[in-house]
């Protein structure tokens, strides 16, 4: 049986020689995609330090050879879910780190292969990708729309290799993709490797579940909203934490449900937290 292949596209984001900076509109070129469809499980000797957050235990980064920590973190779906009260950061701010002073440091670039199982366009994926991670990049001056803003996450491209979640130790990319997530209700994970005594943010990756969950480009019903998820996600890769406490309206709330799409605009806490880090 001959594998079908899929029309994905490869961005190129442009950035101005000025400071600060946000990406320009990303300018494509054709390329094939093939399905990832790598199943996630959450290892068993991965243990559970905070409310849908898996510590993954100490490796080292191949790219400098120092020790770094891994964190797999979980979305899931809110009436799935036993919603707990559990406060991700201060009780008087909507906004939490995943590690303390945790950020990235050095920007480097992430690949993402967009074929799915749901029928989301891959020019789609990459475009929304893409924008999401502006959203926060723009937020990161503690403003936005003002034009300004910190480069976070770099470029992206699309690929038509396989990609693999790292859970035991970091490859170098960063790296997005669909496939199965085996975990009750999960809708989407991120994981990410950091460095703890320089406080330095090195790898992350996300896989979104295309077999549990349907999904839409506008909000459908009975449909996860992927620009709703994806700018959530995103949020992790530049180092929040998810909150578990009243702040139900800012993006990083830890839960989703079907249909949701509020959390595509980053709210006051949102905003806060990312010019905090940044």
């Given at each position: 049986?001959?594998?079908?292949v899929i029309t994905?596209?490869?961005?190129?984001?442009?950035?101005?020689?000025?400071t600060p900076?946000?990406?320009a509109?990303?300018?494509?070129?054709?390329?094939?995609?093939t399905?990832?469809?790598?199943?996630?499980?959450?290892?068993?000797r991965?243990?559970?330090?905070?409310?849908?957050?898996?510590d993954?235990g100490?490796?080292v980064?191949?790219?400098?050879?120092?020790?770094?920590?891994?964190?797999l973190?979980?979305?899931?779906?809110?009436?799935?879910a036993?919603?707990?009260a559990?406060?991700?950061?201060?009780?008087?701010?909507?906004?939490?780190?995943?590690?303390?002073?945790?950020?990235?440091?050095?920007?480097e670039?992430?690949m993402?292969?967009?074929?799915?199982t749901?029928?989301?366009?891959?020019?789609?994926?990459?475009?929304?990708?893409?924008?999401s991670?502006?959203?926060?990049?723009?937020?990161?001056d503690g403003?936005v729309?003002?034009?300004?803003?910190?480069?976070?996450l770099?470029n992206?491209?699309?690929t038509?290799?396989a990609?693999?979640?790292d859970?035991?130790?970091?490859d170098?990319q960063?790296?997005?993709?669909?496939?199965?997530?085996?975990?009750?209700?999960?809708?989407?994970?991120?994981?990410?490797?950091?460095?703890?005594?320089?406080?330095?943010?090195?790898?992350?990756?996300?896989?979104?579940?295309?077999?549990s969950?349907?999904?839409?480009?506008i909000g459908?019903?009975?449909?996860?909203?992927f620009?709703?998820?994806?700018?959530?996600?995103?949020?992790?890769?530049i180092?929040?934490?998810?909150?578990?406490?009243?702040?139900?309206?800012?993006?990083?709330?830890g839960?989703?449900?079907?249909?949701?799409?509020?959390?595509?605009?980053?709210?006051a806490?949102?905003?806060?937290?990312?010019?905090?880090l940044?």
């Amino acid at each position: 049986m001959v594998p079908k292949v899929i029309t994905a596209y490869v961005m190129i984001s442009l950035f101005l020689s000025v400071t600060p900076i946000l990406a320009a509109p990303p300018v494509f070129v054709t390329a094939t995609v093939t399905p990832s469809g790598k199943t996630v499980v959450i290892p068993e000797r991965a243990a559970e330090v905070a409310p849908n957050v898996f510590d993954l235990g100490v490796a080292v980064d191949l790219a400098t050879g120092e020790q770094v920590e891994g964190r797999l973190i979980v979305h899931r779906r809110a009436t799935q879910a036993q919603e707990r009260a559990v406060s991700s950061g201060a009780k008087n701010q909507c906004y939490g780190f995943i590690v303390r002073n945790t950020k990235w440091r050095v920007v480097e670039p992430w690949m993402v292969n967009p074929a799915n199982t749901r029928g989301l366009g891959n020019i789609f994926v990459a475009d929304t990708l893409s924008a999401s991670i502006a959203k926060w990049e723009d937020a990161a001056d503690g403003m936005v729309d003002n034009g300004l803003g910190v480069n976070i996450l770099g470029n992206g491209t699309a690929t038509s290799s396989a990609l693999i979640a790292d859970t035991v130790a970091p490859d170098g990319q960063n790296e997005v993709y669909f496939a199965n997530v085996v975990d009750a209700n999960a809708i989407a994970v991120t994981i990410v490797w950091y460095n703890r005594f320089t406080k330095t943010l090195v790898e992350w990756d996300q896989v979104y579940d295309d077999v549990s969950y349907d999904w839409s480009a506008i909000g459908g019903a009975g449909k996860m909203d992927f620009d709703n998820i994806a700018t959530h996600e995103l949020g992790h890769a530049i180092g929040l934490a998810d909150l578990y406490n009243s702040c139900t309206e800012e993006t990083m709330y830890g839960y989703a449900d079907y249909g949701e799409i509020k959390k595509r605009t980053l709210n006051a806490g949102d905003i806060a937290g990312a010019n905090a880090l940044y």
